[in-house]
DNA sequence: GATAGCTGGACGCTTTATGTCCCGCCACAC
DNA sequence: GTGTGGCGGGACATAAAGCGTCCAGCTATC
């Protein structure tokens, strides 16, 4: 059954939302027994008109009557929303754990693809997918947008599809290189965003685990400077989260300090920054880039992590209550739920 | 499983339209292997710019790639298309019924409802609700509308509703009084029509069974004359169809009449007619109203009926060959199909 | 008999969809 | 190598649909 919907869902991506418009306006009809257009619009946060083009339809299929004190199920809408009263859960249960989730963490939006990333190649691509759908959506002309590297972050570049050409947007790394494949590096990542809408972007070479001398004057480099400088002032923020764990060994750090991570309850890393569980800040790698403050000031922070593997993680990030956006998938979101 | 399709063609019928027409999209391409934008929209009947907006949307799902030499299905596209073919015939089985009817009989359009009138009054009912649309999709200002009685007919004006008030539109019944319950004769149905949409109307009195001078005394009568005159000017004739047998008994034809029809091979009677299997007419009731040329000179004639048990009737009847449209049910259409 | 709330009609504005034309490009045939 | 037909994709004016908003007429209820 699920496969169904699935299946549909790539042919028709809002027949979910449509359908559970139709079936929370019948139910509340239901609910009421007999209700009028305007306090039924009020209840549904519809617009009259937009409810009105819905009840015409649902009566052109005979499932309601309007009589003169409003509309009431018939005989046929009784039966069909007994019938859908099983699928309901199923049916959407993905938007109620966005709303869920989105209520947990105080979010803006939440988006969940069905599946888990730890057992599929397609939910990965899926969350990609969706990542870059958000992303497209908020940025505005002139955005300056910060990405962070990571194979999620590289999916989302793939599948980054814009209308017109963003000629006066700017894609910076969020962050120096860190030591991983290229094509996973932010700077990778930002360039094959700006060649894909259409925007410019500019690169950060600052290798990691610098000295502090080192670190202090690279960064008195102008052009050097010139990019970080962009990076702090960045309207749209775009990262991965990762566990603590494999971050930190993905990042060759020391022995010591992962000893230190770990006894600081370090679970979470998300843009350089290790978190615990409650979301707490209890490590920073040292690279020049994007600082806390700058996330903060940040008007857009999107998150992008799936698999249930992850779900602790992002719960923990997402504590940390700067992510405005969250991109993952149904298993992660579960899980994250459950630990928060 | 098969419920949610049974649920979603009721809940969302707009978007089930939009599936097919997406399927068949995708079909076509599949079969063609690769193929240009234009091709596939003349092959299609969709103009070039629709087709575009659909596999710009079909591309963003990553359902299909476009190359330079045209567009082909991806890998994701012909996993689709598999899982699909299996709902096919659920979902979209009765446009191709439709179809299927369509060109066998020659007809102009083919509305069919899902299930068997004679096991579920439900079916009855969608019947008139669909023969109520078709009528009003065909009524233009000016038009007159000639009907004929029977349940099915009562069924289908008792669901006829018009946006705006067709002032100046009129209905008649097709022939006179047909001994029916006044509730199903053709008189009734003619001035609920007309109240329903806010049209005129003219009534037959004719009694049956007359004789030859009664008959031609009666219609000398200047105001049957009138209706009479309008009858056979009618540019929309709706009918039902019954089976012969019935028929003649309903109608409390003699013995010997009856004799005759079962002699000339009468299987199905419309619009006081009775056919044999070749569509032939066999036998005609002698009453005012509506005759064979009157039939072949209307410029829409559409024939209502259903239940597996008229699978034949109708299929003679449409091998008369005068009907535009055809509203039935699934049963009866399959049922006429394999008949013919 | 007054009143509140209902449906359905109407209308203008905004957004979207659509028809149409064109351009540069690539593959293929010659 | 070169010509050519068909391709995808951009552009744009226009038609159509969607939508917010308001109103008339009606009816149930107090």
């Known amino acids: 059954m699920r496969d169904i919907l699935h299946i549909q869902k790539k042919l028709v991506p809002d027949l979910v939302q449509v359908m559970e418009k139709r079936y929370k306006i019948l139910h509340r009809i239901f609910v009421a027994g007999t209700m009028g257009r305007r306090s039924l619009a009020a209840s549904l946060d519809l617009t009259e ?12 299929q005979g ?20 019938e859908l009263e099983p699928l ?27 599946g888990d990333s730890d ?39 793939a599948h980054l599809k814009v209308s017109a050409p963003m000629k006066d947007n700017w894609f910076v790394p969020a ?62 923020v775009v990262h991965g989260i990762g ?25 979470a890393e998300a843009f350089g920054y290790y978190f615990d569980r409650e979301g707490r800040v209890v490590h920073r790698m040292v690279t020049a880039g994007l600082r806390l403050e700058d996330i903060e000031a940040a008007g857009t922070v999107i998150g992008l992590a799936g698999g249930r593997s992850k779900g602790e993680a992002i719960a923990s990030v997402m504590r940390f209550g700067h992510d405005d956006v969250l991109v993952t998938d149904e298993a992660a979101a579960e899980e994250a739920l459950r630990r928060a």
């Open 243 to 267: 566990d603590a764990a494999t971050m930190a060994r993905r990042r060759k750090l020391s022995q010591e300090t992962i000893d230190e991570l770990i006894r600081d309850g370090a679970l």
């Open 49 to 60: 008109r937009t409810l009105r083009a819905e009840l015409d339809l649902l009566r052109e």
């Open 119 to 157: 057992e599929s190649d397609d939910v990965k691509r899926e969350i990609g997918r969706a990542g870059s759908r958000v992303l497209a959506q908020s940025m505005e002309p002139g955005d300056i947008v910060a990405v962070m590297g990571g194979t999620t972050m590289a999916r989302m570049a």
């Open 63 to 82: 499932l309601l009557d309007a009589g003169t004190s409003g509309v009431t199920l018939s005989e046929a809408g009784r039966r069909l929303l007994e």
């Open 88 to 114: 309901v859960k199923e049916l959407f249960g993905l938007s109620e754990l966005e709303e869920a989730v989105r209520l947990k963490f105080g979010l803006r939006k939440v988006v969940i693809v069905a």
């Open 175 to 236: 962050r120096g290189g860190l030591g991983e494949s290229v094509d996973y590096q932010a700077n990778t990542i930002a360039s094959e965003l700006a060649k894909r809408t259409g925007a410019r972007y500019r690169m950060l070479h600052v290798p990691d685990h610098l000295s502090e001398d080192a670190y202090q004057s690279i960064m008195q480099e102008p052009n050097v400077r010139e990019v970080v400088d962009m990076i702090r002032s960045a309207r749209i």
